[in-house]
């Protein structure tokens, strides 16, 4: 069974602070990963995809991968109330078939305190 | 560019009785998926379509849950019957392609009594 881990958190940060949420994954063939973050009540949204090593900047955003760990991370810095939210990290795995499927871990969740 | 769309958002029905969700993805997207997300859980795939056909279902529970996606675009997620073990929200979502960026639908949440 393939699989994606989480701290399911909460982990609470003051306003301004840096939050820091953690993956691991268990394929070592898997090359997209994703950042989905799903307020109470609502559906996913897509909020960062990695595919190579290293760091990738959007905004307050930051996704960081270790295919060698089996790592990524999402950095959210000045973090705001409305980032309050729990945040998925989500894995292509490959199938025999050749297609891959998205494989979700349960989630972090975030609270960020004005 | 208009996003996914799932009808109905909400249903309320009796165990053993039957239910089916629709969904359209976005204009051009050629793979379609449906998801089961239980409460405090990550969305669990049921079903991946690559246009018309199916490419992974390992995850239906296909005593019950059927699903089709004629001429490549719209797509219908069928239970039948219900179990009080269903209750959950159901998530469409698509991509351009297999492996790409998924998008989501806003759900239908489920609640079998």
């Known amino acids: 069974q393939k699989e994606v881990e989480q701290n399911s958190g909460p982990l609470s940060v003051p306003e301004g602070a840096i939050a820091s949420l953690n993956c691991t994954y268990s394929d070592r063939v898997s090359q997209s990963f994703f950042w989905y973050r799903q307020y109470s009540g609502k559906s996913p949204e897509l909020i960062m995809s990695i595919y190579s090593n290293g760091d990738k900047e959007d905004g307050r955003f930051t996704a960081q991968l270790n295919k060698a760990s089996q790592y990524v991370s999402l950095l959210i810095r000045d973090s705001q109330p409305s980032d309050s939210a729990t945040y998925l990290c989500?894995?292509?795995?490959?199938?025999?078939?050749?297609?891959?499927?998205?494989?979700f871990g349960k989630g972090t969740m975030l609270l960020v305190s004005p | 560019e208009a996003g996914v769309a799932q009808s109905p958002r909400y249903k309320i029905i009796e165990k053993r009785q039957s239910v089916a969700f629709w969904c359209n993805p976005i204009s051009g997207h050629a793979t379609l998926y449906w998801y089961q997300q239980i409460l405090g859980q990550g969305p669990k795939l049921l079903i991946q379509?690559?246009?018309?056909?199916?490419?992974?279902d390992s995850q239906l529970p296909k005593d019950r849950f059927s699903a089709e996606r004629l001429k490549g675009v719209d797509s219908t997620l069928k239970i039948q019957p219900a179990k009080l073990e269903d209750s959950a929200v159901y998530l469409c979502a698509s991509s351009l392609e297999a492996r790409y960026e998924q998008y989501f639908g806003p759900g239908t949440r489920l609640t079998v009594t």
């Open positions: 989500a894995v292509y795995i490959p199938l025999l078939s050749g297609y891959s499927t998205l494989t």
């Open positions: 379509f690559q246009n018309n056909g199916v490419v992974d």
